[in-house]
C-alpha cells in the first residue's frame, strides 16, 4: 500500500479507502463486512469513511464491529454529518447543536473517543459558516475531533469556509469528500483548484462511477443480479453511467487496460483518479474481500500522459488537463 498526506496536513492516509456508503449494516451482514475490513486492514489500508445517514446509523454500528481488537491508532476513521436523522426540526443540517449531537452519537456507535475526520456531508445555506466552523473548532479542541473537512461542497463555498476558519484563528477544514472518476470530471472546473489554494486533500467517492468502471455491466444486457445496478433501492444515481453507449466505451477501456497495460480496468480508472495530486485517496465500496485486493492493485500505478491520453479517447473525452 501506498500513502498520501491529506493535503498540507501531516497525517497519512491509504491511497485506497474503504467505504460503506451502501453496504455496511445494509446490504452484506456484519460477518462479512468484518472480512473486508480484516483483508483491508492485512493490505495496509487505513482509512474507513463511513456517515451517521449511512443506513440510519447501521453503518457506522456495522463498522466498529469490524474493528473491534484492532488498535485504534492504527486506522483513520471518517465520518459526517448534515442529511437529516429523523423527522426531528434540528435533527439536521450544520447547526452548532446538529454537529455536537452528531459527533457524540457517531462516537457512541463507532465505540470510539475520537474520530479522525469529520465531514461536513453537504454545504448548509441555513447556517452561517461561522456557527458551524465554532462547533467543530470546539470538539477538536476538546479531543474529539482531530481533523474536520467537507463533502461535495461547491469551490466557491470551500474557500469561504477556509477563509471563516483563517479569520477565527480556527482550526481549517483538511478535506474535501468529492464525487470523481473517469466518468464524471466536474471536480476538475473549480473544485481541485479551490482544494489545491488551501492546502486541502481529496477523499474520492464513486471513484468507479458506482462499479460501471469494474466493467461488470455489459451493454444491451441488464445489471447481472446481485449487483448496485440490478438493486432499485441502490442504483438511483446511475441512471447516466448505464447507457449502452457508456457501458461500450468502458468495455474498450476494459479491452485496453488489461490487453495493453497488464492491469484490470477498475485498478486502471482507481489510478486515474490518483494521477491527481490534490487526490489523497479513493473510497471503494466491496460486498467481498477479493473486491479488496483488486481494488488495492491501484496503489502505487502511474502511467504516461500518452496513455492517459488514450483513455481519454476511447471514453470520448477531450485530451486532460493533468
Not at 486541502?200 to 455489459?218: E, I, R, T
Not at 485517496?281 to 479488496?292: L, N, R
Request: hydrophobic residues 40%; glycine residues 8%; charged residues 25%.
Amino acid at each position: 500500500m501506498h500513502y498520501r498526506k491529506l493535503g498540507r496536513f501531516g497525517v497519512r492516509v491509504s491511497e485506497v479507502a474503504v467505504g460503506g456508503w451502501l453496504t455496511h449494516g445494509r446490504s452484506i451482514q456484519d460477518e462479512t463486512t468484518g472480512q473486508i475490513v480484516r483483508r483491508a486492514l492485512e493490505l495496509g489500508i487505513n482509512f474507513f469513511d463511513t456517515a451517521d445517514v449511512y443506513n440510519a446509523g447501521e453503518a457506522e454500528k456495522s463498522l466498529a464491529k469490524a474493528l473491534e481488537g484492532v488498535r485504534r491508532d492504527d486506522v483513520f476513521i471518517a465520518t459526517k454529518c448534515y442529511f437529516p436523522m429523523s423527522d426531528k426540526p434540528n435533527d439536521r443540517g450544520l447547526s452548532k447543536k446538529h454537529i455536537f449531537e452528531s459527533v457524540h452519537n457517531s462516537l457512541r456507535r463507532l465505540k470510539t473517543d475520537y474520530v479522525d475526520l469529520h465531514q461536513f456531508h453537504r454545504f448548509d445555506p441555513e447556517v452561517q459558516l461561522d456557527e458551524s466552523v465554532r462547533a467543530i473548532d470546539e470538539l477538536i479542541k476538546q479531543g474529539k475531533v482531530l481533523y474536520w473537512g467537507v463533502s461535495e461542497w461547491p469551490a466557491h463555498e470551500i474557500s469561504r469556509v477556509a477563509a471563516v476558519a483563517r479569520a477565527m484563528n480556527a482550526n481549517p477544514p483538511v478535506s474535501n469528500q468529492p464525487s470523481y472518476s473517469m466518468l464524471n470530471r466536474r471536480v476538475e472546473d473549480g473544485v481541485l483548484d479551490a482544494t489545491r489554494a488551501e492546502g486541502m486533500g481529496n477523499v474520492v467517492f464513486s471513484p468507479l462511477a458506482q462499479g460501471v468502471l469494474s466493467g461488470k455491466y455489459l451493454p444491451g444486457q441488464p445489471p447481472p443480479a446481485g449487483t448496485r445496478g440490478a438493486d432499485d433501492k441502490s442504483n438511483m444515481f446511475m441512471g447516466g453511467v448505464l447507457r449502452d453507449e457508456v457501458l461500450t466505451r468502458v468495455q474498450e477501456l476494459k479491452a485496453f487496460a488489461e490487453n495493453e497495460l497488464g492491469v484490470s480496468v477498475a485498478a486502471f480508472a482507481l489510478a486515474w483518479c490518483l494521477r491527481r495530486p490534490e487526490v489523497s485517496s479513493v473510497i471503494i465500496g466491496a460486498t467481498k474481500p477479493e473486491q479488496v485486493d483488486a481494488n488495492a492493485q491501484a496503489a502505487g500505478l502511474a502511467f504516461g500522459d500518452d496513455v492517459w491520453a488514450k483513455a481519454d479517447s476511447i471514453l470520448g473525452f477531450a485530451k486532460s488537463n493533468a
